[in-house]
């Protein structure tokens, strides 16, 4: 069956379950889009109790929470791109923070484009996109990012004196005075919510909710917060939710035995931050603190995310809005002796990914079926009974959120480039395959990792050349050369 015929029995499925084929009239669903910055699934929805975020649990509550989805780059604009494009980073040719899609893909529909199309008002805020990748064709009216100090008014007047200090300095450049100003990798501040950009950003999506519900067009709205990206700021209420002697640091400082060397960086977002070394192990000190400013940030976005989404309760627009929270990859906490993300690890690859939407027959129930990143976009097409694009790279799984305990996806994949290599990863039921490539020649394998995720969890062992694994690893590499392709589901009828 043609994979146009499997979006079609899809989209007949979810039609049905929704009841508007059947409700000729029926106002169309609105979506809100929120999108959160090197989120990882540790938090209360994802079993993480020591995580404070009520917000994100209560969305999960009334939601399908997918334990097991998967982003398609762990770093920010080739991740969102292939998320908003519905294409893998080999079609849209974005491996980094610079290139647009736009320029292998200058005809792509995106995934708010679709709804504008469609006669949607589509608004977006924060960070949807990487703001490198600017794209007006999506917006039906300019995307906005508010302006707002990175850090509290004290450290940004420290800041202010090392730039200063380092461009009189003798022998300084520009470029030396602008790492100063990059400043600590954590702060607590003593200042309102809405002196930092999430405040901001949240304050400007509650207002844009009331433009919005005295409209008639139905609405997709993409809310994008900036915690907890680095650094980790966040107002001092946040940070005094934790107890610093109760923060256990990462179990396995280390890496994964028989891995290639260049599979994992030297965290080097981490250490262009001020006070951070420039080389060899994080002290533990640093580390507890590094992770207790972490979960400040987390529990201050999800304070924000909370204040958008009462308001979309107060304004009686829960039950015709799709709700969808992404985070745009994971993250590494100390993890491999590594800190940020920027590889192919099940920490790095694995995202949170919550969405509810009116009438779900399991509200508050999870799933473990893999899914990616490139499977949102047909998804909310389906739900809001759209036609998408035929060149989809991902399939919609609709169908899970009426049965979360279908099985569904064999395989989930993802990649990432380092300087003559792709690492093409992936993640299957129980396992993880890893094979670096020649980008030149991709038939040149340079080293392979494979990873036994249940009988290690934390991927602290690279089984590729143990004997007793041969069988599965040559069952495993067929599976990978079949592609994505060869690991979509079957096609249901309705």
Excluded at 143 to 157: S, T
């Amino acid at each position: 069956m043609t994979m146009s015929r499997i979006l079609t029995a899809f989209a007949l499925t979810t039609l049905a379950w929704t009841g508007r084929a059947e409700e000729p009239g029926k106002p169309r669903p609105n979506v809100l889009f929120l999108a959160v910055d090197d989120l990882r699934p540790e938090f209360g929805a994802y079993g993480s109790p020591h995580v404070k975020t009520p917000n994100l649990d209560k969305l999960a509550a009334r939601g399908v929470t997918f334990d097991r989805a998967y982003c398609q780059q762990a770093v920010c604009s080739p991740s969102r791109s292939s998320l908003l494009t519905g294409m893998r980073p080999d079609s849209t040719k974005v491996y980094d923070l610079v290139k647009h899609f736009r320029e292998a893909l200058p005809d792509a529909v995106t995934l708010p484009q679709l709804f504008k199309q469609n006669g949607y008002h589509v608004q977006g805020m924060g960070k949807i996109f990487h703001p490198s990748v600017q794209d007006p064709p999506s917006w039906s009216v300019p995307w906005e990012m508010a302006q707002a100090p990175i850090y509290g008014l004290e450290e940004n007047r420290k800041i202010r004196q090392r730039k200063s200090a380092a461009a009189k300095a003798a022998g300084k450049t520009g470029k030396a005075a602008n790492r100063a100003s990059l400043g600590p990798a954590y702060e607590s501040a003593d200042v309102p919510d809405e002196t930092f950009v999430d405040g901001k950003i949240a304050a400007k999506a509650v207002r844009t909710l009331g433009e919005l519900k005295a409209g008639r067009e139905p609405f997709f709205l993409a809310v994008g917060f900036a915690r907890p990206h680095l650094p980790f700021v966040a107002p001092k209420k946040y940070w005094d939710l934790y107890d610093p002697a109760k923060i256990a640091l990462a179990p396995n400082p280390f890496r994964p035995e028989g891995a290639p060397d260049y599979a994992l960086l030297d965290s080097g977002e981490l250490r262009g931050y001020h006070g951070m070394p420039k080389k060899g192990p994080i002290p533990d000190e640093a580390a507890r603190t590094l992770k207790h400013g972490y979960y400040a940030a987390v529990s201050y976005m999800d304070a924000q995310v909370g204040r958008v989404l009462d308001e979309l309760d107060r304004l009686g627009l829960r039950e015709s809005t799709i709700v969808v929270l992404w985070g745009d990859h994971g993250w590494k906490l100390g993890e491999h002796g590594a800190w940020c993300k920027h590889s192919n690890v099940e920490l790095d690859t694995r995202v949170p990914l919550i969405v509810a939407a009116p009438d779900l027959a399991s509200p508050g129930a999870h799933t473990k079926t893999l899914v990616e990143f490139v499977d949102i976009y047909p998804t909310l097409a389906d739900l809001a009974g759209l036609t998408p694009p035929k060149e989809l790279e991902g399939v919609s799984f609709a169908p899970v959120l009426r049965s979360p305990d279908r099985a569904w996806k064999s395989a989930a994949f993802s990649q990432y480039p380092r300087p003559g290599l792709m690492g093409y990863s992936m993640r299957t039921d129980r396992f993880r395959l890893t094979r670096w490539v020649k980008r030149a020649d991709p038939s040149q394998v340079d080293a392979v990792e494979l990873y036994d995720l249940q009988a290690d969890p934390d991927e602290n062992r690279n089984l590729a050349a143990d004997p007793a694994q041969a069988e599965n690893l040559k069952a495993l590499t067929e599976r990978w050369q079949a592609g994505w392709r060869g690991a979509l589901p079957k096609a249901e009828t309705p």
